[in-house]
């Protein structure tokens, strides 16, 4: 069963607009979730993270929400860029998955329009 | 990334043949993993390693083995590839373990006929 879900594959958004990107977890023993981004060909790159113990992690235009009783995140890009076309990935750790490993979602790829 | 490399990058093989992807890092990191990306599954965990001989499975370990016989070596064997082990395969390195991130390679893609 899918502990880390992005239920959404796709999303489409114009230059200058904010894009998020939505993640939901059902294992309540995560206590550490990042985002992840990964260009076509190439491997997938640490984007932002948060932990449990916080509800909010800025790092310049990228902000990660954590919402634990929804047990929901969601990333926001603002302003959203062409070069911010990916797939986007969220993960999450803690709990009795397989050790010290990283529990990845589908991934949502976006495309940012100029 | 410069400190991780995985060899080789495309490989097409034939059903049953044994396969061997390799991952390598100059980081002298403790933590190696070995993820699948497919198309509508994302990135599962095939084995992981925390530590020079040690081991342990991950979600679909089932026609994979590993093994780690040096800090900067990982390699997944695939006893005998079948088609449904098409995929992109992706070597991650992480200094602390979970919580403090991945650096993942640039993926190998396996194609088996």
């Known amino acids: 069963d899918q502990q880390v879900k992005q239920n959404s594959p796709s999303l489409s958004v114009q230059e200058g607009r904010i894009s998020i990107l939505n993640c939901d977890y059902t294992?309540?023993?995560?206590?550490?979730f990042l985002w992840y981004k990964k260009y076509p060909a190439e491997g997938p790159t640490f984007l932002i993270s948060?932990?449990?113990?916080?509800d909010k992690n800025e790092d310049g235009r990228f902000t990660v929400f954590l919402n634990k009783s929804a047990k929901h995140l969601s990333l926001h890009i603002v302003p959203s860029q062409p070069g911010d076309s990916a797939v986007y990935f969220c993960?999450?750790?803690?709990?009795?998955?397989?050790?010290?490993?990283?529990?990845f979602g589908k991934g949502t790829t976006l495309s940012v329009s100029s | 990334d410069a400190g991780i490399t995985q060899s080789p990058r495309h490989k097409v093989t034939e059903t049953g043949t044994p396969v061997t992807l390799r991952c390598h890092q100059t980081?002298?990191?403790?933590?190696m993993y070995w993820y699948r990306q497919d198309p509508g599954h994302g990135l599962r965990l095939i084995h992981y390693?925390?530590?020079?001989?040690?081991?342990d499975k991950g979600e679909v370990s089932d026609g994979y083995s590993v093994s780690r016989s040096k800090t900067e070596d990982f390699l997944l064997t695939l006893e005998s590839a079948t088609s449904s082990q098409t995929s992109v395969y992706f070597c991650?390195?992480?200094?602390?373990?979970?919580?403090?991130?991945?650096?993942f390679g640039s993926g190998t893609r396996l194609t088996v006929v």
């Open positions: 980081e002298n990191h403790r933590y």
């Open positions: 294992n309540s023993m995560f206590d550490y």
């Open positions: 948060i932990s449990s113990i916080k």
């Open positions: 390693s925390y530590g020079v001989k040690d081991t």
């Open positions: 991650a390195i992480s200094e602390r373990g979970r919580s403090y991130g991945y650096t």
């Open positions: 993960a999450a750790s803690g709990g009795n998955q397989a050790g010290t490993a990283l529990i």
